[in-house]
């Protein structure tokens, strides 16, 4: 059974600082996503990362997979009050076709930023 | 551009009722599938659809079922509700299977259902 592990679960930091959250799995695959989420809203895509040492950047956010380690990391530079959401990463394993089967969330990171 | 359309957004229902939830995909997009987040949870994945055929199956209740029509759109539903069922329901689509490398997932607004 695939396993996905976030820490921190929460995180509350301030404005101005760096921080990284970090998404651990069970299985051999290369396919890890982060989602944003809002309170009471639907999951936003952040990034796809699709092969070992895969890194992405979006503004102050950047992803990297370490699929030896099973590991990603999401990084938080210079954070600002407007990223306080919820990150979930989420692992999928590809079917007997190639293609996509469910995804396997983490628990989650809560994340406030106070000004 | 187009998004993942669910339909209703908001349920509320009481206990031992029934519910369906609709989803329309992606245009092009073959593939459907629908989660189920509770409160202060991760989403879990239920089941999923490719080309009309269930491709996976998560930890959806026995009490649930769920299919995709011709036209790709899906229905999930739920009979003999529980409080426990209160919860976002989202679904997702992607264009693909076996012929594409991988198949990001495109997740709709969710509904959200209430048991009462």
């Known amino acids: 059974e695939l396993k996905v592990e976030q820490n921190p679960l929460f995180l509350s930091m301030q404005e101005g600082k760096n921080y990284t959250i970090y998404c651990n799995y069970s299985?051999?695959?290369?396919?890890l996503y982060w989602y944003r989420q809002d309170p009471g809203k639907s999951l936003e895509s952040l990034f796809v990362l699709l092969s070992n040492g895969a890194v992405k950047q979006e503004g102050r956010l950047m992803a990297s997979l370490d699929t030896k380690a099973r590991l990603s990391t999401l990084h938080i530079t210079a954070a600002v009050h407007d990223l306080s959401a919820t990150y979930f990463c989420?692992?999928?394993?590809?079917?007997?076709?190639?293609?996509?089967?469910?995804?396997?969330f983490g628990k989650g990171t809560h994340l406030i930023i106070q000004p | 551009a187009a998004g993942v359309i669910q339909s209703p957004r908001h349920l509320i229902k009481e206990k031992r009722e029934t519910a369906t939830l609709k989803c329309y995909p992606i245009?092009?997009?073959?593939?459907v599938y629908w989660y189920q987040q509770g409160p202060g949870q991760d989403p879990q994945f239920l089941i999923s659809f490719y080309e009309k055929m269930q491709s996976d199956k998560g930890s959806i209740p026995d009490r649930f079922s769920a299919q995709q029509f011709s036209d790709y759109h899906s229905e999930l539903n739920m009979s003999s509700l529980e409080l426990g069922d209160s919860a976002l329901y989202f679904c997702a689509s992607s264009r693909g299977q076996g012929a594409v490398a991988y198949n990001e997932q495109f997740f709709g607004p969710g509904t959200r259902l209430t048991v009462l």
């Open positions: 245009p092009r997009h073959d593939t």
């Open positions: 299985t051999t695959s290369d396919r």
């Open positions: 989420a692992v999928e394993e590809p079917n007997k076709w190639g293609g996509a089967d469910g995804l396997t």
